[in-house]
């Protein structure tokens, strides 16, 4: 029989949902999937005190919207629950007992103000920060009589001396560590809480987890937890780990440095197809020259030895100009959709105006929304720009640049080029661009100026914008009456600057 594929993510619930989470979920999501298996999510809430309310609600959202559910989780339910660490404390105190039953782990009774004092010691010698095993040697008389006193108790792992331990990474290949430069590490603290290094082994184990890609810094915490698959006779699950994600300038991807926060990006409006192509390519693509694939793609083609684990830097420029594409590969009623959802999701986050406006226009002029959307599409790099880039269709009076409508004319010509140019439109017939374009370039030969600046001219009396799509074809979105409108309002603008 085959062996069933089972990956995990275990983010713990600190804060907003990390860009390095969503990375780790992917890879782990896409292989589960290209071997038929199960992606689990586990949430590692034992440490109490980083805890954020509303957190691990954050972690669902952030998996759903990238379109990648886990199988089981505390929501989604399974055979292997709890999947909430906190849910989980009696057993990982049970196993903990087992490896004191076994001498494979002690009580520690040490103060912090011990501790303190003997790192202190520590640093003054130069020496590796270590536990001293002062309580190692403890009779179980003693002990037994101390925890019956109400004695403040940790339990530790005991590490073995002079051994090399073996941490197999798949990718890596074999990392040797010197047990004697590993800590006993607490494994249960003195609140009954698990530490990570005991509830990721015992989770990983009893949750049937074939393989696990998690962050490379918990690489050197490995030792720890091959030994203590070892202590419990565990046959150890597939390990990757993953290197850190950086900026392009190879420092760490941190809040500090960019932005980690996928909410962020969404907000910026990226789409998630993009985001996922982003974040595998960060170590991963199908073949040698494509860059641009889909999820599915990726279930297809992946393999977790094609892994290109060099330095993955999380290139903005890049994230960007994939989005620009997704955003042009859509059809015109999709974009329409994904720009609602978007502005809807940025409305309920944080009331944002500009996403407001979005939907007013959408909801109160979907047709000329759709054909304005159209028109922006293949500039577009961010929905973020939509209310800049379609505000214009939209006011009912423009913010005039009078520069940029006089292009070095006088006030006085102006007003007459653009008052002649709306007659002579507005008798037009047919209105197409052929002759909308031959109009104006016959007039301004007939007045002597530069083609280029009556059309400069025109563009901002139509849009007060400097940048647009074309301009007939925005004139066509205006539709004929709301453009003529507006060379009358500009006309009108640089009236009022004369009189
Ligand atoms: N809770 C750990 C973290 O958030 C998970 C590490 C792991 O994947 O084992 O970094």
Same mark, same amino acid.
């Given at each position: 029989?085959?062996?069933?594929?089972?990956?995990?993510?275990?983010? @713990?619930?600190?804060?907003?949902?990390?860009?390095?989470?969503?990375?780790?979920?992917?890879?782990?999501?896409?292989?589960?999937?290209?071997?038929?298996?199960?992606?689990?999510?586990?949430?590692?809430?034992? =440490?109490?005190?980083?805890?954020?309310?509303?957190?691990?609600? $954050?972690?669902?959202?952030?998996?759903?919207?990238?379109?990648?559910?886990?199988?089981?989780?505390?929501?989604?339910?399974?055979?292997?629950?709890?999947?909430? !660490?906190?849910?989980?404390?009696?057993?990982?105190? !049970?196993?903990?007992?087992?490896?004191?039953?076994?001498?494979?782990?002690?009580?520690?009774?040490?103060?912090?103000?011990?501790?303190?004092?003997?790192?202190?010691?520590?640093?003054?010698? =130069?020496?590796?920060?270590?536990?001293?095993?002062?309580?190692?040697?403890? &009779?179980?008389?003693?002990?037994?009589?101390?925890?019956?006193?109400?004695?403040?108790?940790?339990?530790?792992?005991?590490?073995?001396?002079?051994?090399?331990?073996?941490?197999?990474?798949?990718?890596?290949?074999?990392?040797?560590?010197?047990?004697?430069? *590993?800590?006993?590490?607490?494994? +249960?603290?003195?609140?009954?809480?698990? /530490?990570?290094?005991?509830?990721?082994?015992?989770?990983?184990? %009893?949750?049937?987890?074939?393989?696990?890609?998690?962050?490379?810094?918990?690489?050197?915490?490995?030792?720890?937890?091959?030994?203590?698959?070892?202590?419990?006779?565990?046959?150890?699950?597939?390990?990757?780990?993953?290197? /850190? +994600?950086?900026?392009?300038?190879?420092?760490? %991807? &941190?809040?500090?440095?960019?932005? /980690?926060?996928?909410?962020?990006?969404?907000?910026?409006?990226?789409?998630?197809?993009?985001? %996922?192509?982003?974040?595998?390519?960060?170590?991963?693509?199908?073949?040698?020259?494509?860059?641009?694939?889909?999820?599915?793609?990726? *279930?297809?083609?992946?393999?977790? @030895?094609?892994?290109?684990?060099?330095?993955?830097?999380?290139?903005?420029?890049?994230?960007?100009?994939?989005?620009?594409?997704?955003?042009?590969?859509?059809?015109?009623?999709?974009? $329409?959709?994904? *720009?609602?959802?978007?502005?809807?999701?940025?409305?309920?986050?944080?009331?944002?105006?500009?996403?407001?406006? *979005? +939907?007013?226009?959408?909801?109160?002029?979907?047709?000329?929304?759709?054909?304005?959307?159209?028109?922006?599409?293949?500039? %577009?790099?961010?929905?973020?720009?939509?209310?800049?880039?379609?505000?214009?269709?939209?006011?009912?009076?423009?913010?005039?640049?009078?520069?940029?409508?006089?292009?070095?004319?006088?006030?006085?010509?102006?007003?007459?080029?653009?008052?002649?140019?709306?007659?002579?439109?507005?008798?037009?017939?047919?209105?197409?661009?052929?002759?909308?374009?031959?109009?104006?370039?016959?007039?301004?030969?007939?007045?002597?100026?530069?083609?280029?600046?009556?059309?400069?001219?025109?563009? @901002?009396?139509?849009?007060?914008?400097?940048? /647009?799509?074309? +301009?007939?074809? $925005?004139?066509?979105?205006?539709?004929?009456?709301? &453009?003529?409108?507006?060379?009358?309002?500009?006309? !009108?603008?640089? !009236?009022?600057?004369?009189?």
């Amino acid at each position: 029989m085959t062996q069933l594929i089972r990956t995990r993510v275990a983010p @713990s619930p600190t804060g907003y949902p990390h860009v390095g989470t969503a990375f780790q979920a992917l890879l782990n999501w896409v292989y589960a999937h290209k071997h038929q298996g199960q992606f689990v999510l586990r949430i590692e809430d034992t =440490d109490q005190k980083r805890a954020v309310e509303g957190a691990e609600q $954050v972690i669902y959202q952030a998996l759903s919207w990238l379109e990648i559910e886990p199988d089981e989780s505390p929501k989604h339910l399974g055979d292997y629950g709890p999947y909430r !660490q906190s849910e989980r404390l009696k057993i990982y105190q !049970q196993y903990a007992q087992q490896l004191i039953d076994q001498d494979q782990a002690y009580y520690c009774f040490c103060s912090p103000t011990r501790l303190a004092k003997m790192r202190k010691q520590q640093q003054q010698a =130069d020496q590796p920060p270590k536990y001293d095993r002062h309580c190692c040697g403890l &009779s179980k008389t003693e002990v037994a009589r101390r925890l019956k006193n109400g004695e403040k108790a940790v339990i530790r792992m005991k590490i073995p001396n002079d051994q090399q331990i073996i941490v197999n990474d798949l990718l890596r290949g074999k990392v040797e560590f010197d047990s004697n430069i *590993v800590d006993d590490q607490v494994i +249960l603290k003195s609140d009954g809480f698990p /530490t990570y290094h005991l509830a990721v082994v015992v989770d990983d184990h %009893l949750m049937k987890i074939t393989h696990m890609l998690r962050g490379e810094e918990w690489l050197s915490s490995a030792p720890k937890h091959v030994l203590l698959y070892q202590y419990f006779g565990w046959s150890v699950p597939v390990m990757i780990h993953s290197p /850190t +994600l950086r900026n392009p300038d190879k420092s760490k %991807l &941190s809040k500090r440095k960019g932005n /980690t926060s996928l909410w962020w990006y969404r907000k910026q409006g990226y789409l998630k197809e993009a985001l %996922l192509n982003f974040l595998a390519l960060l170590v991963w693509k199908p073949h040698e020259d494509q860059e641009v694939f889909t999820k599915e793609e990726m *279930v297809k083609n992946f393999a977790w @030895s094609q892994l290109n684990f060099k330095a993955p830097v999380f290139d903005v420029a890049k994230l960007q100009w994939l989005n620009g594409l997704y955003l042009r590969k859509k059809s015109l009623s999709a974009l $329409v959709k994904e *720009v609602r959802a978007w502005a809807e999701w940025v409305v309920a986050q944080d009331d944002q105006a500009a996403a407001k406006q *979005v +939907l007013v226009w959408l909801n109160k002029q979907p047709s000329l929304f759709k054909k304005a959307l159209g028109l922006a599409q293949q500039r %577009l790099k961010l929905l973020k720009e939509i209310p800049e880039l379609l505000g214009f269709y939209f006011a009912p009076e423009l913010d005039y640049d009078q520069a940029d409508l006089l292009q070095k004319h006088s006030v006085k010509e102006m007003i007459q080029a653009l008052t002649i140019i709306k007659q002579r439109l507005a008798k037009l017939d047919p209105w197409t661009a052929e002759s909308w374009e031959q109009t104006i370039r016959d007039y301004a030969d007939e007045l002597g100026w530069k083609h280029r600046d009556l059309f400069m001219a025109l563009r @901002s009396a139509v849009t007060a914008e400097r940048f /647009t799509p074309p +301009l007939f074809a $925005v004139m066509q979105v205006l539709g004929r009456t709301k &453009s003529l409108q507006r060379l009358e309002q500009a006309s !009108q603008f640089l !009236q009022a600057v004369v009189s």
